[in-house]
């Protein structure tokens, strides 16, 4: 089992950039696929980006393309999201999930492949 907590979230302007992080604690972290969602007020959570356990596929939403990066590191149990150029649509609160198949190269990108869950950050962009 792992444990995922999320930081990095809170306030930014609309063209800023924040950097959110995921820990992992647990099972070694690099046996995990993980992947991030987000969850506006009043909707339903929705597919960011997702990395392979091998880190070797990526995939994100076409809503961010271009503007998030995923990435992980190994050595600290961590994945990132790297967000630039928010705009106020991109308020919601961030999940991060792991899924704990066997697979190396296999990115999930739905809610219900998903085994494990973080509480959430809050990102909050104002125009």
């Known amino acids: 089992q792992v444990q995922l907590v999320e930081s990095g979230g809170g306030l930014a302007q609309a063209g800023g950039s924040l950097r959110l992080s995921c820990a992992a604690s647990g099972r070694t972290f690099s046996g995990y696929a993980m992947g991030w969602f987000r969850q506006a007020p009043g909707k339903e959570r929705e597919f960011v980006a997702a990395i392979s356990k091998s880190g070797s596929n990526i995939h994100y939403a076409d809503s961010v393309k271009g503007r998030f990066t995923i990435s992980g590191d190994n050595a600290k149990s961590t994945v990132y999201l790297q967000m630039n150029s928010l705009k106020p649509e991109d308020t919601a609160d961030y999940y991060c999930?792991?899924?704990?198949?066997?697979?190396?190269?296999?990115?999930?990108?739905?809610?219900?492949?998903?085994?494990?869950w973080g509480q959430g950050t809050q990102v909050t962009v104002s125009s």
């Open positions: 999930a792991a899924h704990s198949g066997p697979y190396s190269d296999t990115i999930y990108r739905t809610l219900r492949e998903y085994d494990y």
